[in-house]
Structure formats: structure tokens, C-alpha cells
């Protein structure tokens, strides 16, 4: 049997950059605001970075899961750490600096340069 060609998987332009502020508008963590620290263009996914303490005062990061870490050593325990787990672009918006509120982004040339705007307000976001 001949198996079916596959045409390559089209990737989609990432219009959010490191240190965006975005708003999460689905998942558990709905409606939270922070960071970005970390985006991931092949797998779609950005690193948010929250705002939220937890009852030991610690900086709770967004999407938080809880890993297990094993004692490397004799004497030492095992501990849970709580780490950031990337999410989908698809569930972030970004802030837009004017309104303050969650926006969609666009891309246009102005003065010959690419750069970012928010289609909700149609201000430009980049500022060089």
C-alpha cells in the first residue's frame, strides 16, 4: 500500500513578543493578567509569568502545575515545586497599552517598517 503524501503543516505568525502584557481567556486561570517571558513559535505556545501569591507568599506563575522532585542526595527530602506550564496562543490576548483592555493583533507597514497594532483601537502597539 502507498501511503498518502502529507503537505507540511503551514505555521501561522506569532504576533505576541517577550514581555507583552496578555490576558488568559480560557482555562483555569481565566481572566488573570501577566508576563510574557518565553514564546515558542513551532509549538504555538507562550510562558506566562503571573502576579499571584500562594498561602506561603510565594509568586505563583501562571498555568501552574506542581512537579515532583525526587532527593538527590542522602538526608535531603523530595519536594513539590510549582513551575509554569506553557499555553496555547489561542487562549491569550494581548493588552492594549491605550485601552486597557484584551485586543486582537494586526500587522501593517508604517514608514516602511512592519509593525503591530491593535485592531480594537487601531493604535500601533510597537513604539520605536
Do not use: C, W
Not at 16 to 38: N, Q, Y
Request: aromatic share 2%.
Amino acid at each position: 500500500m502507498y501511503r498518502k503524501t502529507v503537505a507540511p503543516k503551514q505555521s501561522v505568525k506569532i504576533k505576541l513578543k517577550t514581555g507583552d502584557t496578555v490576558e488568559i481567556i480560557a482555562g483555569k486561570d481565566k481572566g488573570a493578567r501577566g508576563r510574557i517571558i518565553k514564546v515558542m513559535p513551532k509549538r504555538m505556545m507562550v510562558l506566562v509569568e503571573g502576579h499571584e501569591k500562594d498561602k506561603e507568599g510565594v509568586n505563583v506563575p501562571l498555568n501552574a502545575v506542581t512537579k515532583h522532585q525526587k532527593p538527590r542526595t542522602m538526608g535531603e527530602q523530595g519536594k513539590k515545586i510549582r513551575m509554569a506550564a506553557p499555553l496555547h496562543i489561542s487562549k491569550v490576548m494581548l493588552i492594549d497599552p491605550h485601552s486597557d483592555k484584551p485586543t486582537r493583533v494586526g500587522r501593517r507597514i508604517e514608514d516602511g517598517n512592519l509593525v503591530r497594532y491593535a485592531k480594537a483601537s487601531n493604535e500601533t502597539i510597537d513604539f520605536k
